[in-house]
């Protein structure tokens, strides 16, 4: 019942137009987190109003779901329902318009796809990233093709320009490792001979310069990093820009300005996109929108912050523009996305000061 009789769920379970329709006495309050997050159904509370399900077998793949989401059937007026917790805290009445039905499908079906060997309580530890990836792939859907109409293979047909035969996930920690066998149409024509590639998955990301227009001063940030430590660099903190992992659910704009009170405890202005992107596409797949924000950068904006659940340990720095760029020419910024948007700061820190003058 309720989203979980939503068809684009049933489709993703492998239940679509199976069933019969019931009505439960009652009301649905809270769900909006329902298929994001675990235990986040909503609350089946009496009163007046009627609740629309379907009738529909107990299959495997609807018990490894549930089980992963902490679903479990419940009596309820001579019933047992799915989809509804018979106890909770009253809220809002459940809306479906206004619930993310397609990335709660996108997670069933990759908690579905997840290595049968897997545990429902593996799974269900991964949740969040698991919901960041899959946010991730229907952001990239929805985002017209890059390349300017250069890249890719022109083939006249139109079918697929790529396939993938099978999948696997050797990994799966807070980030994962998938290895795909597949193939994709050539340049010249025709087919490639099947080939086996993995990728890191980590899921979409946002870095923003905060940049004071008034002052020209920018805010950067330095932390500890293990990747470099881990490659021997004899320098493993990092100057950066802001960034972190776009949530579940948010916009990269939203996570832009989480990101900056976390960090930084700084309030943003207007942001300016700069250049999105993917940074190491060969491998990784994580994709950077990069930001620069209008901020008030004030003598004593700097100092340490980060998240004590997250362990960090994060300092920031006031910095001329001017600074930065000398920084970047003298090989001292070691962080890509940094780089990028000092330099496209450099090129557009003009024609954003008329931006912000216009309006």
Same mark, same amino acid.
């Given at each position: ?58 299959? &495997?793949? @609807?018990? #490894?779901?549930?089980? !992963? $989401? %902490?679903? /479990?059937? +419940? ?60 946010d ?13 109409g ?9 079918g ?32 490639? &001979?099947? @080939?086996? #590639?993995?990728?890191? !998955? $980590? %899921?979409? /990301?946002v +870095? ?7 002052r020209?001063r ?8 293990v ?15 802001v960034?972190g ?14 990101e ?12 300016f ?25 004030p ?13 960090e ?14 920084? @970047?020419m ?5 962080? %890509?996305?940094l780089a ?5 700061l ?11 003058s216009?309006?």
């Amino acid at each position: 019942m309720g989203p979980l009789a939503h068809p684009a769920l049933r489709e993703a379970l492998g239940l679509a137009g199976q069933g019969r329709q019931v009505t439960i006495e009652g009301r649905l309050t809270g769900g909006t987190r329902a298929g994001i997050e675990r235990h986040g159904w909503p609350v089946l509370q009496a009163g007046q109003g009627q609740v629309v399900g379907i009738a529909v077998p107990l299959t &495997a793949a @609807l018990s #490894r779901y549930a089980a !992963v $989401m %902490g679903l /479990a059937p +419940v009596p309820c007026q001579g019933q047992r329902i799915m989809g509804a917790l018979a106890q909770g805290p009253g809220g809002v009445p459940w809306n479906p318009d206004q619930w993310p039905a397609a990335l709660a499908a996108g997670i069933a079906g990759a908690v579905l796809t997840a290595p049968p060997d897997r545990s429902a309580a593996e799974i269900a530890q991964r949740l969040p990233m698991i919901g960041v990836w899959v946010d991730s792939q229907l952001r990239a859907a929805a985002t017209p093709p890059a390349g300017g109409g250069i890249a890719g293979p022109k083939s006249s047909d139109s079918g697929p320009d790529w396939r993938c035969e099978a999948r696997a996930e050797p990994y799966a920690q807070f980030f994962s490792v998938e290895e795909w066998s597949l193939s994709h149409r050539l340049h010249d024509g025709g087919w490639s &001979a099947p @080939l086996r #590639r993995a990728g890191f !998955v $980590m %899921g979409d /990301a946002v +870095v923003v310069l905060p940049w004071d227009p008034v002052r020209d001063r920018v805010l950067l940030i330095d932390q500890f990093r293990v990747a470099p430590a881990m490659r021997g660099d004899t320098q493993p903190w990092l100057l950066e820009a802001v960034a972190g992992r776009i949530d579940t659910g948010e916009t990269p704009e939203i996570a832009a300005r989480r990101e900056a009170m976390e960090e930084a405890r700084l309030p943003l202005g207007q942001l300016f996109p700069a250049v999105h992107h993917y940074p190491s596409p060969g491998a990784v797949g994580e994709f950077l929108y990069l930001y620069v924000a209008e901020a008030d950068l004030p003598d004593d904006a700097g100092g340490v912050h980060g998240l004590d659940s997250e362990a960090e340990d994060i300092r920031s720095h006031l910095m001329p523009r001017a600074d930065l760029a000398r920084l @970047l020419m003298a090989g001292q910024i070691s962080n %890509g996305p940094l780089a990028m948007l000092a330099l496209w700061l450099e090129l557009r820190a003009d024609d954003i000061r008329r931006e912000l003058s216009q309006g």
